[in-house]
């Protein structure tokens, strides 16, 4: 089992040694790539960073529930999932651990596409998702709307690995990249907002790259 005490604590530093903003970002200035926020650097091997557990999930018992404030609970298997339209977005990918690589490929199904299966209730505005590794992150529902927030199964044209959250993650590239939920499992909706895993623990609730939103001191 991983040392959670050690590893929280590890990530949480590295988060707080983030937590003010950089000369360059107080001067309305982003690094020498106008494509990559204040505090970052660019690297292009894709680095893994996990809590230590790294959930094994054949596609033949991977699920996907949509439940919570929903006129239509659904749970969708691989096959249902394959079968929603299909899309290719390429996008920034920025850690809060200071690095961002850039255009990466993703292929998936953009959330909003499930979330309108699952038809929303008016009441609910946040968004819980759950991973097969007990992770949970939070967003409002409004932030997973946009076309280039989906769920990913393939990256530069192979299946998502098992280190990167296979059989598949969600990807959000105008948040940090712990908003989007390896091994993702579930997408639960309420009313009000319950913050996630790293976020009771003190990373900030937004997670904005562009304004360097690492820790909740920001």
Not at 37 to 63: C, M, S, T, Y
Not at 72 to 99: G, M, Y
Not at 183 to 200: C, Q, Y
């Amino acid at each position: 089992m991983p040392d959670w005490k050690k590893l929280i604590e590890g990530k949480i530093s590295l988060a707080k040694r983030g937590a003010k903003p950089s000369k360059a970002s107080e001067n309305g200035k982003t690094s020498e790539n106008a494509r990559i926020p204040a505090g970052q650097k660019q690297v292009n091997n894709f680095p893994i960073l996990d809590l230590g557990i790294k959930p094994e999930i054949k596609l033949d018992d991977w699920r996907l529930r949509v439940f919570g404030l929903v006129e239509n609970e659904i749970k969708l298997d691989w096959a249902q999932f394959q079968a929603l339209p299909q899309i290719t977005d390429i996008s920034d990918f920025h850690c809060v651990t200071r690095w961002s690589q850039l255009d990466m490929d993703w292929q998936g199904v953009r959330v909003r596409d499930v979330l309108a299966l699952a038809k929303p209730l008016n009441t609910a505005h946040f968004a819980t998702m759950h991973s097969y590794d007990g992770y949970t992150t939070n967003l409002p529902i409004e932030a997973l709307l946009d076309d280039d927030v989906i769920l990913a199964h393939a990256v530069f044209g192979k299946a998502l690995s098992r280190e990167h959250g296979g059989p598949v993650r969600m990807i959000v590239p105008k948040r940090y990249a712990w908003k989007g939920a390896k091994w993702i499992k579930a997408i639960e909706l309420h009313e009000h907002d319950k913050r996630g895993f790293w976020e009771v623990r003190g990373y900030h609730n937004e997670a904005d790259p562009w304004l360097e939103q690492r820790f909740s001191e920001d």
